[in-house]
């Protein structure tokens, strides 16, 4: 069975879009693959963080997770901090790496554009991600065709070592999703619906509470039309909440607007808030008994034993292909 990992950066509140456009992909993939899931806390402070918040939301990010229906007993779960061998392999992986092709990662170039100041770890941690990648044999990485160049970065730097030190690494494939819904702000529809977006009432956070979501809900944008149907060009408010209703529901947008056809905006809107609170509802419940109990810890520290032993036995070896140590 051919291993997949992926990472699930804690640097902010995870949504309905979270969950239609991303995490609905990790549970189909741990059904087809030996699914390794981990925490990149080291990657979410290459911006500044606040050291309370960014504790709590790994635990949360990893509650919420699981509660939406990431499989303890099919994923190794665990935390990238807890693990050395990730930036210690980054240190050997950047005297490996050419300026040029680190400085031509997207996320550095955008960030570095706008800011006068930016940490040299935001111009490191795709190295880092290599790191992530390289020290477990990955052989897929679940990625957006934007992030696709990490991957990449990945493949190029396991090449050159493999090439320099003999065949070390395996070359990780980037798993380019089927396209999927793209969850759109409820007062913005021209825009994806974001953990970082300035106007609360666009966003449907997963832990919002039933009065929350609805008033989200049935605030939400959309046109003076009066008529249903699926258009993201003409109609986007009205695209974006059908969308959310055939993702939750699992059936064709052709099929959701058939069964709207006849409805008003009120009472579609009021159907679509009837189904969302009753997917996050039961998905709040399983969090909460997950929130305060040790199962997180368990979990975590099982990960963190597997992932130690497989990271140890690889950096062990690039070490001696290097020379340092004894």
Not at 75 to 95: D, K, P, R
């Amino acid at each position: 069975m051919k291993r997949i990992l992926t990472g699930l950066k804690p640097s902010g509140e995870l949504t309905l879009g979270s969950l239609i456009g991303g995490i609905s992909g990790s549970v189909k993939y741990q059904e087809m693959y030996e699914s390794y899931i981990f925490v990149p806390d080291m990657h979410a402070i290459t911006v500044d963080q606040d050291s309370k918040l960014l504790k709590e939301r790994i635990r949360k990010n990893v509650a919420l997770y699981i509660a939406c229906g990431l499989d303890p007993k099919k994923n190794v779960i665990y935390i990238q901090s807890e693990n050395l061998y990730h930036a210690n392999l980054s240190w050997i992986l950047e005297c490996n790496t050419y300026m040029g092709e680190a400085s031509r990662m997207t996320q550095y170039k955008d960030k570095s554009r706008h800011k006068e100041n930016v940490s040299v770890g935001l111009f490191t941690y795709p190295i880092l991600m290599a790191a992530d990648i390289l020290l477990y044999d990955a052989d897929l990485v679940p990625t957006g065709i934007d992030q696709k160049q990490h991957v990449e970065l990945a493949r190029n730097l396991a090449a050159r070592f493999n090439n320099k030190y003999g065949d070390t690494f395996k070359l990780p494939e980037p798993l380019i999703p089927d396209v999927g819904a793209k969850i759109k702000d409820l007062q913005d529809p021209t825009k994806k619906m974001s953990k970082s977006s300035d106007n609360y009432k666009g966003t449907i956070l997963l832990l919002d509470d039933e009065a929350t979501i609805r008033k989200k809900i049935m605030s939400a944008v959309t046109d003076n039309e009066g008529k249903i149907y699926f258009d993201e060009v003409n109609k986007p408010g009205i695209s974006n909440l059908l969308t959310i209703y055939s993702s939750l529901k699992n059936i064709s947008i052709s099929e959701t607007e058939n069964y709207f056809k006849d409805y008003n905006y009120g009472n579609l809107k009021r159907e679509v808030a009837d189904l969302v609170v009753n997917k996050l509802s039961k998905i709040q419940e399983k969090y909460n008994e997950l929130i305060n109990s040790n199962e997180i810890d368990d979990i975590l520290d099982k990960g963190r034993i597997i992932t130690n032993e497989i990271a140890k036995k690889k950096y062990d070896e690039v070490l001696n292909k290097v020379g340092l140590g004894r």
